[in-house]
């Protein structure tokens, strides 16, 4: 059975960092890329990065909302995903999801539970 | 950008029918793929490919893609259909694009 567990977030002050994880099972998580999505408070769902598989070089890409400060990376070794956030805003609040990328046809087949990152003083 | 443009919300009677509708700049010639959210949840997708069901959905939820318009028609509409519902393409310029989404009530 195919798993995503997102954790990490919490309560953290403005202008501070904050990893998220995404611990993966039942798939081979090196052949699949992953991305991260995220939904503020009451409202819709927004892609914010993703990070391609080895055979891609791990390369990453991000909306212009948090290029520059947050990234993505990989370990293939522990099947987890990782969101380095900095630079912390109010606007960033949201639930994180993870999700795993069917790479045929883009789109998102399984996700984690998500967690809640509040970015608050 | 591509934007995705959905009704915020449709309201339908049990055993009706509902369609839900995603709007875009010749989104059909893009692929379409639909997410459910019940309520406290994650999304999981319902639809992908424009018309394919995902593992575990049943044949009541169908959908269609052309010009302007994708559609997620879910028929005989049950209570626990009542949902969040997002459409979501791939975009060159964009990347992944998400529908601001609908929420389907069941009245």
């Known amino acids: 059975e195919v798993q995503l567990v997102d954790s990490g977030g919490g309560l953290v002050q403005p202008g501070r960092s904050l990893r998220l994880s995404c611990s993966t099972s039942?798939?081979?998580?090196?052949?699949?890329?992953l991305s991260w999505v995220r939904q503020a408070p009451g409202k819709g769902l927004e892609w914010i990065g993703f990070?391609?598989?080895?055979?891609?070089?791990?390369?990453?890409e991000y909306a212009a909302s948090v290029e520059g400060r947050f990234s993505i990376s990989r370990d293939d070794s522990k099947s987890i995903a990782y969101l380095q956030m900095n630079g912390l805003k109010a606007g960033d609040t949201a639930v994180y999801y993870c999700?795993?990328?069917?790479?045929?046809?883009?789109?998102?087949?399984?996700w984690g539970q998500g967690t809640l990152v509040t970015v608050s003083s | 950008s591509y934007v995705l443009t959905q009704p915020p919300s449709v309201s339908v009677a049990p055993g009706q029918t509902a369609r839900l509708t995603c709007g875009g700049n010749n989104i059909g010639s893009k692929t379409v793929h639909w997410y459910r959210q019940r309520p406290g949840q994650a999304p999981g997708v319902v639809v992908y490919?424009?018309?394919d069901r995902a593992s575990g959905i049943p044949e009541r939820f169908s959908g269609s893609n052309s010009g302007d318009t994708a559609t997620l028609t879910i028929s005989r509409v049950e209570a626990g259909d009542e949902a969040d519902y997002y459409c979501q393409v791939w975009d060159l310029s964009s990347d992944w694009v998400f529908g601001g989404g609908t929420k389907l009530t069941v009245l």
């Open positions: 490919d424009d018309s």
């Open positions: 039942g798939f081979t998580f090196g052949d699949y890329a």
């Open positions: 999700a795993r990328v069917q790479s045929e046809s883009l789109f998102f087949d399984f």
């Open positions: 990070i391609r598989d080895k055979a891609y070089g791990e390369t990453t």
